[in-house]
């Protein structure tokens, strides 16, 4: 029987210990805030549920959980996709390949405050290239006074900024697969869509069930480029559950609901990333079978 030295586990046990409290503590804080109604520095009274309640029966936070529903949908629905038609366009090797990597990692480089102030000056209907473009066609665009405006103005900011990441997972996974396989499809004649249909779609399964699990949880926690392209207006249309977090929290320095609806936020996140990843583990089962 083989046996194996784990003693190397030792020299990142500070590490994993600093994450942990890192972690904990402002969770615990969470917690402890979340039972009470703090009305001083010196002053809370434990309060039990009645927090978590007032949260659930909020209308404000049903309507920001569809939106953000909706928007997570609307990204997976269209980033996929164009993630992966984008992916097989692009040259495998040489410098065209290097090049056009380069390229679709730019604005993955961009900070996401300095994203929002991008869009929020090129979608200006009076100066901005984008929105000016669209009313001189005859179109009425302007994502400051319509919600459908403002609401398609994130989409597509969050779709420039975030399918190259879809882009350069689904590339990698194309450039991972054996040579053999392509060899064969060309000696049974098979046709292009057959290689996508047959080869490349099942042989990127695993990494577009990663891609879709980040760019769900990702989007689930939108929130600085929204803020600084419309401040979650024109009324609510952009306000999705993290700027409404932030409004009880900071806005109205509500710390027992806010604390209540982080955690019920947190539960959210972790109940669609425990689904996502079952998923996951089961099809990557499927393919080993």
């Given at each position: 029987m083989k046996t194996?030295n784990n003693?190397?586990?030792?020299?990142?046990?500070?590490?994993?210990?600093?994450?942990?409290?890192?972690a904990?503590?402002?969770?615990m804080?969470?917690v402890?805030?979340?039972?009470?109604?703090?009305?001083g520095?010196?002053?809370?009274v434990?309060v039990?549920?009645?927090?978590?309640?007032a949260v659930?029966?909020d209308?404000?936070?049903?309507?920001?959980?569809f939106?953000q529903?909706?928007?997570?949908?609307?990204?997976?629905?269209?980033?996929?996709?164009?993630?992966?038609?984008?992916?097989l366009?692009m040259?495998a090797?040489?410098?065209r390949?290097?090049l056009s990597l380069?390229?679709?990692?730019?604005?993955?480089?961009i900070?996401?405050n300095v994203?929002g102030?991008?869009?929020?000056?090129?979608?200006?209907?009076?100066?901005?290239?984008?929105?000016?473009?669209?009313?001189?066609?005859g179109?009425?665009?302007?994502?400051?006074?319509?919600s459908?405006?403002a609401?398609?103005?994130?989409?597509?900011?969050?779709i420039w900024?975030?399918?190259p990441l879809?882009?350069l997972?689904c590339y990698?996974?194309?450039?991972a697969?054996?040579?053999a396989?392509?060899?064969a499809a060309?000696?049974?004649?098979?046709?292009?869509?057959a290689?996508?249909?047959?080869?490349q779609?099942?042989?990127?399964?695993?990494v577009l069930?990663?891609?879709?699990?980040?760019r769900?949880?990702?989007?689930?926690?939108?929130?600085t480029?929204p803020?600084?392209l419309?401040?979650?207006g024109p009324?609510n249309?952009t306000?999705?559950?993290?700027?409404y977090l932030?409004?009880?929290?900071?806005?109205?320095?509500?710390?027992?609901?806010?604390?209540?609806?982080?955690?019920i936020?947190?539960?959210?996140?972790?109940?669609?990333?425990?689904?996502?990843?079952?998923?996951?583990?089961?099809?990557?089962t499927?393919?080993?079978?």
């Amino acid at each position: 029987m083989k046996t194996y030295n784990n003693k190397a586990w030792w020299l990142i046990f500070p590490v994993i210990l600093s994450v942990a409290f890192s972690a904990i503590m402002p969770l615990m804080t969470v917690v402890n805030y979340s039972v009470q109604d703090i009305l001083g520095p010196d002053q809370a009274v434990f309060v039990g549920m009645e927090w978590f309640r007032a949260v659930m029966r909020d209308s404000d936070l049903h309507g920001a959980l569809f939106r953000q529903l909706i928007f997570s949908i609307a990204v997976l629905v269209i980033q996929i996709p164009l993630g992966i038609g984008v992916a097989l366009t692009m040259p495998a090797q040489g410098w065209r390949a290097s090049l056009s990597l380069v390229l679709v990692a730019l604005p993955l480089l961009i900070p996401w405050n300095v994203v929002g102030t991008i869009w929020q000056i090129f979608a200006r209907g009076d100066i901005g290239l984008l929105g000016n473009t669209i009313n001189n066609v005859g179109i009425s665009y302007n994502y400051t006074g319509d919600s459908f405006d403002a609401w398609i103005t994130v989409l597509v900011m969050d779709i420039w900024h975030w399918t190259p990441l879809v882009v350069l997972l689904c590339y990698a996974g194309l450039r991972a697969i054996p040579d053999a396989y392509y060899q064969a499809a060309r000696i049974d004649g098979a046709s292009r869509f057959a290689v996508f249909r047959f080869i490349q779609l099942p042989k990127l399964r695993n990494v577009l069930m990663i891609a879709v699990l980040l760019r769900f949880m990702d989007s689930f926690m939108i929130y600085t480029e929204p803020f600084v392209l419309t401040g979650g207006g024109p009324g609510n249309a952009t306000t999705f559950l993290s700027q409404y977090l932030t409004q009880k929290a900071v806005g109205q320095f509500d710390l027992g609901p806010a604390a209540a609806f982080s955690l019920i936020y947190f539960l959210i996140i972790l109940l669609f990333s425990f689904i996502l990843y079952n998923w996951m583990q089961r099809v990557g089962t499927g393919d080993q079978a």
